[in-house]
């Protein structure tokens, strides 16, 4: 929804009453993730669920959910010979649950945009198929949740698994029984999580850190960029960080913010810089570590680590030599190299060209790193994928 939320709060606060499809689920290579969203006013649409394969179909769906007031879910499958409207070419299928959106639907609207605005952390609970009120939405924050699914009970049980869900990052269904019973699946609820951007931590001022800053805010990070070096550590330099720090790399990093979300891009390679700073950066519960070098510096490097007193388990996380191997010679392919490594990480894919494969496109997430790379929009899906 993130795509689409400027333009529907406007409508919102102009008293407008608009459709609103979201993908709650997706099956084989669908070529958007859960929370996708398309929004329809009138005339006007914004957003995609699908990249055009089935947008047609759900601008008329959203016309007419507008005008009759019941929310849908409906499923859309493999296309055949007719035309686009009828399915998805890629050979997937998505469940997009479509509802009519005002002030009156969606009064919390307001304070949800705004708290992901502030990079505060919100999940948005909605039921989209059962025996419930479908189209019952429950807003949870931490230590602060409003609305209700239809009974307290359920809406416990929603509550912990979308606070566990929001402190991942993760987008999906759960289903429940009409009262939070967890041995039951009559009733579907999309839980939609709008959590704070994962944070990359880029070490060394030098040009590949400026590549590696750039490609990183692309793909939805917050990014710091840390160095010892004043005359180095600009924001003039890097003024695609959200951060520029002027510290020794290892003492920023021991009182940094880092969860399994968080990605370490460790650029110096010098070891007066970065045998102390991998010694903390291997023991943070951070997604991902990676060391640039050549692979002479890295094995010196897990030399000085294993004096250090890093065990063979701690140092198995190091990806090093950092990237992918593209061939990459400049700061630019390098940054490809490495933003490459994180998605492979994070779907689990071979890292091989297309036309060497067979099977689906679009994976789940790996079982190594799933959470390491940010998604368009900060979210991940998770549930029926």
């Known amino acids: 929804m993130r795509d689409v939320l400027a333009q529907i709060v406007r409508w919102w606060e102009a008293g407008e009453r608009f459709g609103l499809a979201t993908v709650v689920g997706t099956f084989r290579s669908a070529p958007r993730p859960p929370g996708a969203s398309m929004a329809v006013l009138r005339d006007e ?8 394969c089935v947008e047609g179909a759900v601008y008329d769906l959203a016309q007419r959910v507008v005008a009759d007031g019941t929310p849908v879910l409906q499923r859309y499958g493999v296309s055949d010979d007719d035309a686009f409207s009828v399915g998805l070419t890629c050979g997937g299928v998505i469940d997009v649950f479509v509802e009519p959106v005002s002030r009156a639907t969606y009064p919390e609207l307001g304070e949800v945009a ?68 967890r041995r039951l699946d009559d ?27 750039r ?12 160095d010892a070096r004043p005359v ?22 021991a009182t ?27 023991r943070t519960p951070a997604a991902y570590v990676g060391a640039m070098g050549s692979r002479r510096t890295h094995e ?59 099977g689906r496109i679009h994976g789940d997430a790996g079982l190594s790193g799933a959470s390491v790379a940010a998604s368009q929009g900060g979210e991940r899906a998770d549930g029926d994928g």
Do not use: N
């Open 256 to 282: 940094a913010e880092v969860d399994e979300r968080t990605v370490i891009c460790v650029l110096t390679h010098d070891p007066k810089f970065d045998v102390p700073l991998l010694e903390v950066a291997l």
């Open 114 to 181: 705004a708290s992901i605005e502030r990079s505060e952390p919100v999940a948005v609970a909605t039921i989209v198929a059962g025996p419930g009120p479908i189209g019952a939405r429950r807003v949870v924050r931490p230590g602060r949740d409003s609305g209700t699914l239809g009974s307290s009970r359920l809406d416990d049980a929603v509550d912990d698994d979308a606070h566990g869900m929001l402190a991942q990052g993760l987008t999906g269904i759960r289903r429940y029984g009409p009262e939070g019973e």
């Open 300 to 358: 010196d490097r897990l030399r000085r680590l294993r004096e250090a007193g890093l065990t063979d388990a701690e140092l198995s996380r190091l990806r090093s030599p950092i990237g992918l191997d593209l061939g990459a010679r400049t700061p630019e392919e390098t940054a490809v190299s490495i933003a490459a490594e994180l998605i492979q990480l994070r779907w689990g894919g071979t890292g091989r060209a297309l036309t060497e494969t067979t």
């Open 45 to 52: 649409a914004t957003g995609s669920v699908s990249g055009g």
């Open 187 to 213: 009733l579907q609820v999309f839980v939609q999580s709008f959590a704070p951007s994962p944070r990359m931590l880029v070490f060394g001022a030098i040009d590949f850190a400026a590549a590696v800053a």
């Open 215 to 226: 490609i990183g805010k692309f793909l939805g990070y917050h990014v710091v960029v840390c």
């Open 232 to 253: 180095f550590a600009t924001s003039r330099r890097f003024p695609e960080a959200d951060e520029v720090v002027v510290k020794w790399p290892h003492d920023y990093l």
